[in-house]
């Protein structure tokens, strides 16, 4: 190697350092299963405009479909891409009274009590789910009776479901709810109340069950067919009703439908390993036993965004009572079925 070439060399490379220390361009690698939003929010760039400039400064580097590749070093964007604040004059705020701007929503649907939400980020921008719980109107579902009282599975299969929306709307997805109760929201406390005020958007339920599952499978394939967004999934939230002495842990049900299984399959699997992950995290001794299969159920074989449905629990077994009868519980189910959604979406967002 000549001198020469080696001055340039060095050149470059001091010159390259005085660049990335002038502008402050951080850098990191990816943990594992991190997708590009994931990345982003783990480093505080969650602002408009930052993705777009993330896949900007790393595009070579970049896997399929904008995945992020382990071991791989990727440029951050500038802590502020969109919305720099401009140098201040005598008729701005003072910093200290320019407090960033907090983007929020409503849903009637949540109740009062949680009906303003927080957009927390734009981790599922882009992305449109639908959401059916199951049963409702003149179909309670599965009934359990727990401390002398009946409790039904389509009350807490809709507060599942109300739960999960707000989840969704937090991270700034499009969602569509199914199955609605203008009286019932979000609701605290074990003991649900029961009724039959669901509707299907505002139409009545129809006691016929195949009349029932064509009225919310067309009311979804007709939403889908006006929407823009690529990614469209639809998830039907059940729980299941089976000997007092069944303990279940949460299982998934995928489409085996031609144009959607391989993507059906792909959503289950990653709400299943979500749900195995969170458990190993949050209760390391528990393990957990979900499974993914198929069955030829009429929703899913007729739906045509790709869909999932998912059992939550055993109703009648003491210990899966818990898992949905206490409100903490409840939220986590809706928490972590947001999180198996942001993960799919991060690996195939179509």
Not at 145 to 166: F, P, S
Not at 198 to 215: F, N
């Amino acid at each position: 190697m000549t001198n020469a070439l080696m001055k340039h060399i060095l050149l470059f490379f001091f010159f390259s350092l005085f660049i990335s220390f002038a502008f402050g361009q951080e850098k990191d690698t990816p943990q594992k299963g991190e997708g590009i939003y994931a990345f982003l929010r783990r480093h505080n760039r969650t602002e408009a405009g930052q993705y777009e400039e993330f896949v900007r400064l790393n595009k070579p580097k970049l896997g399929k479909s904008n995945s992020l590749v382990m071991g791989t070093i990727y440029l951050l964007p500038p802590a502020a891409t969109a919305n720099q604040p401009k140098p201040e004059t005598a008729s701005q705020p003072k910093p200290e009274t320019a407090n960033k701007q907090i983007r929020t929503g409503t849903q009637a649907l949540f109740g009062e009590k949680y009906k303003n939400y927080e957009i927390k980020d734009n981790a599922l921008a882009g992305a449109c789910f639908y959401l059916v719980s199951g049963h409702g109107g003149p179909d309670p579902g599965a009934i359990a009776k727990v401390d002398g009282r009946n409790l039904h599975e389509d009350e807490y299969a809709y507060d599942i479901v109300l739960r999960l929306a707000r989840s969704l709307l937090e991270h700034s997805a499009t969602v569509h709810i199914i199955i609605q109760d203008p009286k019932d929201g979000i609701r605290d406390g074990q003991y649900l109340n029961n009724s039959k005020n669901e509707t299907c958007m505002g139409k009545p339920i129809p006691l016929s069950q195949v009349a029932r599952l064509k009225q919310r499978t067309d009311a979804i394939n007709n939403l889908s067919s006006k929407s823009k967004e690529k990614y469209q999934r639809a998830i039907f939230v059940h729980l299941d009703s089976r000997s007092k002495k069944t303990q279940l842990d949460v299982f998934f049900y995928y489409q085996n439908v031609k144009q959607n299984k391989d993507r059906s399959f792909q959503l289950a699997e990653t709400m299943r390993k979500t749900f195995r992950d969170l458990y190993k995290e949050h209760q390391p001794d528990r393990g957990f036993s979900g499974t993914v299969s198929t069955r030829p159920l009429y929703v899913l074989r007729n739906t045509k965004p790709v869909s999932v449905l998912v059992e939550l629990a055993n109703m009648q077994n003491a210990g899966d009572q818990k898992r949905y009868l206490l409100e903490n519980n409840r939220q986590a189910l809706a928490n972590w079925l947001c999180a198996g959604f942001i993960k799919d979406y991060q690996s195939n967002p179509r």
